[in-house]
């Protein structure tokens, strides 16, 4: 039975940090690529970093690039998100998704939620002074 469990979040001052972790199990970590998305109260919901499965790179959107870094530990069977100089707007609900089909991230639509498989149930991320 495949189950992602996130943990990790919390309540933090702006220009914070915080280490999201996303437990695996129920399958082969390293044949799946790895999602983190987020939605905020109102907003859809948005993909914002993948580690391919296999060579395991990593991608970033925009708005997260060169603050978020995401990770896995194989023998830990684990996921992270090391999020640094953290901003009011990445408030959100941050989930772990994992995609069989999903192979590289160079295309447009590789964090499209529609890709994913299997998600987590979320942790909650509020950046706040």
């Known amino acids: 039975q495949v189950q992602l469990v996130e943990s990790g979040g919390g309540l933090v001052q702006p220009g914070g940090s915080l280490r999201l972790s996303c437990a695996a199990s129920?399958?082969?970590?390293?044949?799946?690529?790895i999602g983190w998305f987020r939605q905020a109260p109102g907003k859809e919901r948005e993909g914002i970093a993948l580690?391919?499965?296999?060579?395991?790179?990593?991608y970033y959107t925009d708005s997260v690039i060169g603050r978020f870094t995401i990770s896995r530990d194989n023998a830990k069977s684990t996921v992270y998100l090391q999020m640094n100089s953290l901003k009011p707007e990445d408030t959100a609900v941050y989930y772990c998704?994992?995609?069989?089909?999903?192979?590289?991230?160079?295309?447009?639509?590789?964090?499209?939620?529609?890709?994913?498989?299997?998600w987590g149930q979320g942790t909650q991320v509020t950046v706040s002074s």
């Open positions: 580690l391919t499965k296999l060579s395991g790179v990593p």
């Open positions: 129920g399958f082969t970590l390293d044949y799946y690529t």
């Open positions: 998704a994992i995609s069989y089909r999903v192979d590289n991230g160079e295309r447009p639509d590789s964090l499209s939620d529609g890709w994913y498989d299997y």
